[in-house]
């Protein structure tokens, strides 16, 4: 019963330094996407994805990358940290519009600083 | 692109008492509205959702409420819990255009419920 996983928790980063966000669903779920949570701006759309091989720009795109080689996972790079960058990030899947079904479950999130 | 408010910022209320959340929404193609509930350290949580073509919708103590010519809709709790405390997000797309995963949010209202 473990729906989206997201690893790592907790992480710092030095400016310039590259990670990866990793993020794995166990529900079958077509649409995956990443969102970043800053104090008082809620939650905004990074990338997303509607299927293996098929990805697209959120609100937030700048200095973060995204690829969808299989159904369950969807990892986001950052290629090159900045300050900036310091926030939560939560991964989410959902179920595809034609199954009637849009609830977007969440990651537990992963807590970013870079310094 | 889509726009949403929400106020109140923060909201204390009495054991018992209810709560009101509201939200307005500036893009008119927007047809899903979902509610999440975000405990401390945790990722947000679906808790209520609805569609365009529904005035209301109710599950238990949980209502939202939606007025499509108003482009607002509010999420009413009753006889809080001290449970209930914790950060509410509204949240609207077009299901047809990115399922439930391209969700525009609003940015939060912190709930305290006293004893």
């Known amino acids: 019963n473990a729906g989206v996983t997201q690893t790592p928790k907790f992480q710092v980063l030095k400016t310039g330094q590259s990670m990866t966000l990793q993020c794995a669903q166990d529900m079958n779920h077509e649409y995956m996407s990443w969102y970043r949570q800053d104090p008082g701006m809620g939650l905004r759309l990074i990338h997303y994805s509607v299927g293996a091989g098929i990805t697209d720009q959120g609100e937030v795109p700048n200095g973060y990358n995204v690829s969808r080689s299989t159904t369950e996972d969807f990892p986001l790079r950052l290629l090159s940290a900045a300050p900036s960058q310091t926030s939560v990030y939560f991964c989410?899947?959902?179920?595809?519009?034609?199954?009637?079904?849009?609830?977007?479950?969440f990651g537990s999130g992963t807590q970013l600083s870079v310094l | 692109g889509e726009n949403v408010e929400q106020h109140p910022s923060t909201l204390s209320v009495q054991e018992g008492d209810s709560a009101v959340i509201k939200c307005t929404y500036s893009?008119?193609?927007?047809?899903?509205f979902p509610w999440y509930k975000q405990e401390l350290g945790k990722g947000p949580q679906l808790i209520i959702d609805i569609r365009s073509n529904v005035g209301e919708k109710k599950d238990q103590r949980i209502a939202v409420t939606l007025n499509k010519t108003a482009k607002h809709f509010s999420l009413h709790i009753t006889e809080t819990q001290p449970e209930d405390s914790a950060v509410y997000f509204c949240?609207?797309?077009?299901?047809?255009?990115?399922?439930?995963?391209?969700?525009?949010f609003g940015t939060g209202t912190q709930l305290k419920v006293e004893l």
């Open positions: 949240a609207a797309t077009n299901i047809l255009t990115g399922g439930g995963n391209k969700l525009t």
């Open positions: 893009d008119s193609a927007s047809n899903y």
């Open positions: 989410a899947s959902s179920s595809t519009p034609e199954r009637h079904n849009e609830k977007l479950f």
